[in-house]
T-cell receptor, first 116, second 110 residues
């Protein structure tokens, strides 16, 4: 079975631009979460989506937004890019939604975003 | 809020040595605890997990026990191999989101 897939693999943008990152969860998984991993640090939670609704948000500015589609895939959008947004963006999926059990999160390979 | 603290600094050891990576946590309620591993240039892979106090997670020779009394989830392996070289993250799960520690890079020398 295919795991979590993300696209693109790498991306280079300049300050002020906008970026869209994409994620497809494991088949049958309905919840998608996004994490930001800055070099040398652990991943930081950005968003969780379940059944197309935002179910959790981390401490990130409004420049970050996301959505989930009927097929449970997801997009992460970042506006007005800053140098500090350079990071590995990870997507993770779980079978169920929040409050439905302590599911393991399965991670994709990530998208490496570089902001110049 | 929920948080995880991992021991500072990289870990360098020889092949077949014993590995310990310390992890302590602060949490409300009864979270699940995880160890994830990240190989160079890759995403995170689940190594093991424990969902309640005194549970022991194990996989590929690695073990960790959920200690509620010491709020710890230390990772151990009795005999490491060069292929175990990676970054190891301790994580705390609640409400389907994870709080990660900063990670420890492990380098195993032949």
């Amino acid at each position: 079975d295919a795991g979590v897939t993300q696209s693109p693999t790498h991306l280079i943008k300049t300050r002020g631009q906008h970026v869209t990152l994409r994620c497809s969860p494991i088949s049958g998984h309905k919840s998608v979460s996004w994490y930001q991993q800055v070099l040398g640090q652990g991943p930081q939670f950005i968003f969780q989506y379940y059944e197309k609704e935002e179910r959790g948000r981390g401490n990130f500015p409004d420049r970050f937004s996301a959505r989930q589609f009927p097929n449970y895939s997801s997009e992460l959008n970042v506006n007005a890019l800053l140098l500090g947004d350079s990071a590995l963006y990870l997507c993770a999926s779980t079978p169920r939604g929040p409050g439905q059990g302590a599911d393991t999160q399965y991670f994709g390979p990530g998208t490496r975003l570089t902001v110049l | 809020g929920n948080s995880v603290t991992q021991m500072e600094g990289p870990v360098t050891l020889s092949e077949e040595a014993f590995l310990t990576i310390n992890c302590t946590y602060t949490a409300t309620g009864y979270p699940s605890l995880f160890w994830y591993v990240q190989y160079p240039g890759e995403g995170l892979q689940l190594l093991l997990k424990a969902t309640k106090a005194d549970d022991k997670g194990s996989n590929k020779g690695f073990e960790a026990t959920y200690r509620k009394e010491t709020t710890s989830f230390h990772l151990e392996k009795g005999s490491v191999q060069v292929s175990d070289s990676a970054v190891y993250f301790c994580a705390l799960g609640g409400n389907n989101r994870l709080a990660f520690g900063k990670g420890n890079q492990v380098v195993v020398i032949p």
